[in-house]
């Protein structure tokens, strides 16, 4: 029997398609090296089709220049992704855009147009094409070359273990004065007080304890998740209050952290300003001693919590979860490009680019999920099981 979607999947389809379109022509943020690739390849093929299936003197020109600037924003979003000056992004895209142009120029003499000879055959124009494409990509392949050369030591780079809580040296305020240097207070004659009376303490009342992470194999994991279609409306990231300082300490939740998954020892300073350390992005390997390259990741994302239960919590509940330093694997020090191409992807949409690491990912997922009671769809439950075998 063939299961007929209906009007809210097919609409949440058009949106995931659309999404991915529009993705290519995005100029903000960055990408990861196997996305990239993929996104590559799919407009290699889209250039080498559009060639027999648009051969029209208005349209095909058009489609060309349309890849053209896909392939823009994502040689950009590239470079940004491992940290090249703009510089080197305008003197990357002018040749590559100028093989683009030739390649437009050169279609639009084509016979398509109707001139109706000129001794010219439309083999021999789709040579012309096809050889001048074939420069634009070998073009684009050296670029391929290198930006990935100059983030191959980051991307090849397995994470080391980052410790449950990283040492921490505080920066220590002025001394005190001496004990000598203070006056000694001339004695005052003894009078005796009469007691006070003192109201007993309060009864202690025992604080209700903190969930814990749940434990056990990871199918039995799998199994304890309660599966049931995404929420798909009302999402606002305001509506989960984040980066708080629940201790009062200076800290907020995200510098909390980074001094925690710190490798090596940091110093805090005032204003809970971080120096010293590295960290090591258990993503995609990437290393750095520079915090503000990092992204603190929700390990569960917050449109992915509210699309899974949390649109049913008060705001006190979506706070907790947002800053929650009870669990280490809530939230994750990771590198900016890594994070921000995982969105708010679930495992059945995306996955680290470090593949040693999918178990742990995956299994984190799930106890994450289970600890704050939340849902997950059929799609997602599917790629869990699958990727998850073995681990």
């Known amino acids: 029997m063939v299961k007929v979607a209906g009007p809210a999947e097919a609409a949440a389809s058009l949106r995931r398609v659309l999404g991915h379109v529009a993705d290519y022509f995005n100029f903000t943020g960055v990408i990861g090296s196997p996305p990239y690739r993929k996104k590559i390849v799919v407009l290699m093929f889209a250039t080498i089709g559009s060639l027999f299936f648009f051969p029209s003197e ?10 053209a600037v896909a392939l823009s924003g994502l ?20 040749p590559l855009l100028g093989w683009v142009f030739l390649a437009v120029v050169v279609s639009r003499s084509s016979p398509w147009s109707g001139d109706g000879g000129g001794g010219r055959s439309v083999d021999m124009v789709v040579s012309k094409v096809l ?59 003894t009078i005796e007080a009469e007691p006070e009376v003192v109201d007993p303490p309060p009864p202690v009342v025992d604080e209700e304890p903190a969930p814990t992470p749940p434990t056990g194999g990871f199918e039995q994991l799998v199994a ?9 409306a009302g999402y606002d990231r305001d509506l989960f209050r984040h980066w708080s300082d629940a201790d009062g300490d200076g800290c907020d ?48 994302p917050l449109k992915e919590a509210w699309d899974s239960g949390a649109d049913a919590w008060d705001e006190a509940r979506r706070e907790g979860f947002a800053s929650d330093l009870e669990y280490a694997g809530s ?33 984190t997922w799930v106890r994450v999920k289970l600890l704050w009671d939340l849902s ?11 990727y998850g075998a073995g681990c």
Not at 224 to 229: E, Q
């Open 58 to 67: 208005t349209l095909h020109p058009i489609i060309l220049l349309v890849i």
């Open 75 to 94: 040689i950009v979003r590239r470079l940004r992704a491992v940290g090249m000056p703009w510089w080197l992004v305008f003197f990357g895209l002018v």
């Open 131 to 189: 050889v001048s494409f074939v420069a634009t990509f070998l073009t684009l392949a050296l670029l391929v070359v290198s930006f990935t050369a100059a983030g191959a030591s980051a991307d090849t780079t397995p994470p080391e273990p980052a410790p449950a809580v990283g040492p921490l040296i505080v920066e220590e305020s002025e001394e005190p004065p001496a004990i000598e240097s203070l006056p000694v207070p001339e004695e005052a004659p």
């Open 224 to 232: 304890g998740l309660t599966v049931t279609p995404e929420v798909t």
């Open 253 to 300: 939740t995200r510098r909390e952290v980074l001094i925690a998954e710190s490798v090596t020892p940091v110093t805090v300073g005032g204003g809970c300003s971080i120096t010293g350390g590295e960290w090591v992005s258990a993503f995609d390997g990437v290393r750095t001693t520079d915090p503000s390259t990092f992204d603190v990741d929700h390990f569960v």
């Open 331 to 363: 939230l994750i020090a990771v590198s900016a490009s890594s994070n921000r191409t995982k969105g708010a992807s679930d495992p059945a949409e995306w996955l680290p680019p470090s593949a040693a690491y999918h178990c742990q990912y995956i299994v």
């Open 376 to 386: 997950a769809d059929t799609a997602e439950i599917a790629a869990l099981k699958n």
